[in-house]
């Protein structure tokens, strides 16, 4: 099968479709779970896998021989990139709102895996398939702040692990309507597809099989006369948690297009700013390094267009959130 890069371990829990626990313990997605399965690159139990709703007793042992990345086809691209952090295994980047992460229809080109095929020429891990190389986690386009990515197979599988078992250190700062009370608490639920929208996620009911489960933690950092700044820390990492996490306990983030209409009184201050995204921002990512053990801790400070909607709301603790 030429080189390959070999996942293995035991099922977690079980009762869950083969797919679903095998990208929970590996980092890869469930479409690229069952790509391989159907190129016979995955074994449970010792024996080819083939039926992705088949589900396992917990401890079964499951091995996932990835490929060596095809060549990628997403085309470098010189795009400027802020660097927090570089070694050889990994790289730390600061992204900017605006910025999709990697190539998708409707966004072959101008990505940041464009960005990353020019500035590591190439050398990226190729877990994540063709068009994801070096993808671990995602922040969403209009969401911006810290983002890690893998440039060795060696080190896309140690933080996949470590994104698996929640124990990456994740904090986003947001400005929401309202304030929450109270002013510190968990937002528990399942996240998946809404019903109504497939454009959308929502919080599903707890049985419905399409959620994943998702857990945020949030504290009032300052109160701005009907909104607010708070803090997220994610345990979990599901697609746009923190912004379906806080519309449903009635906190939508300001400029959120998709998950909440802005109070009225907000409205003109967000058309003169331009503010036309959702407000939040990636701060703190904190991890362990897969191959050194060394922890790595770095923090992005606010951008200026978040800024200065902060100064417009009046607020005071903009240098002193971190």
């Known amino acids: 099968m030429g080189d390959v890069s070999i996942i293995s371990g035991t099922i977690a829990e079980g009762g869950q479709r083969l797919d679903k626990a095998l990208a929970e313990a590996s980092g890869l997605s469930r479409e690229r779970v069952k790509a391989l399965m159907g190129e016979g690159r995955v074994l449970l139990g010792g024996k080819e896998a083939h039926q992705a709703s088949h589900k396992p007793e917990a401890g079964t042992a499951f091995e996932i021989r990835v490929p060596a990345a095809t060549a990628a086809e997403a085309q470098a691209q010189d795009i400027p990139l802020t660097v927090v952090y570089e070694d050889a295994d990994l790289i730390v980047i600061d992204k900017p709102a605006g910025l999709v992460v990697h190539p998708a229809a409707g966004n072959l080109d101008g990505t940041l895996v464009n960005a990353l095929l020019h500035h590591c020429k190439g050398e990226l891990s190729g877990i994540g398939g063709v068009v994801r190389p070096g993808i671990v986690h995602r922040?969403?386009?209009?969401?911006?702040?810290?983002?890690?990515?893998?440039?060795?197979?060696?080190?896309?599988?140690g933080l996949a692990r470590q994104f698996a078992d929640h124990s990456i250190e994740r904090a986003y700062f947001a400005v929401v309507s309202g304030l929450p009370k109270p002013p510190a608490g968990?937002?528990?639920?399942?996240?998946?597809?809404?019903?109504?929208?497939?454009?959308?996620?929502?919080?599903?009911?707890?049985?419905?099989?399409?959620?994943?489960?998702?857990?945020?933690?949030?504290r009032l950092i300052e109160a701005l006369g009907g909104a607010s700044l708070v803090e997220c820390r994610l345990e979990t990492g599901r697609t746009h948690q923190v912004r379906v996490h806080m519309a449903s306990i009635g906190h939508p983030l300001l400029g959120d297009p998709v998950y909440g209409r802005a109070p009225t009184k907000f409205?003109?201050?967000?058309?003169?700013?331009?503010?036309?995204?959702?407000?939040?921002?990636?701060?703190?990512?904190?991890?362990?390094?897969?191959?050194?053990?060394?922890?790595?801790?770095f923090e992005s400070a606010l951008p200026a267009d978040m800024a200065g909607l902060l100064v417009e709301l009046g607020s005071n603790t903009i240098s002193t959130a971190l």
């Open 139 to 157: 922040i969403d386009k209009e969401t911006s702040g810290l983002l890690v990515v893998a440039k060795t197979n060696k080190a896309h599988e």
């Open 267 to 297: 409205r003109p201050l967000l058309n003169q700013l331009h503010f036309a995204r959702q407000a939040l921002h990636a701060a703190v990512l904190g991890f362990i390094h897969p191959l050194t053990g060394e922890v790595l801790r």
């Open 186 to 218: 968990t937002v528990s639920s399942h996240i998946g597809r809404s019903d109504h929208d497939r454009k959308k996620m929502a919080v599903l009911h707890e049985h419905n099989k399409r959620g994943k489960h998702a857990v945020t933690h949030y």
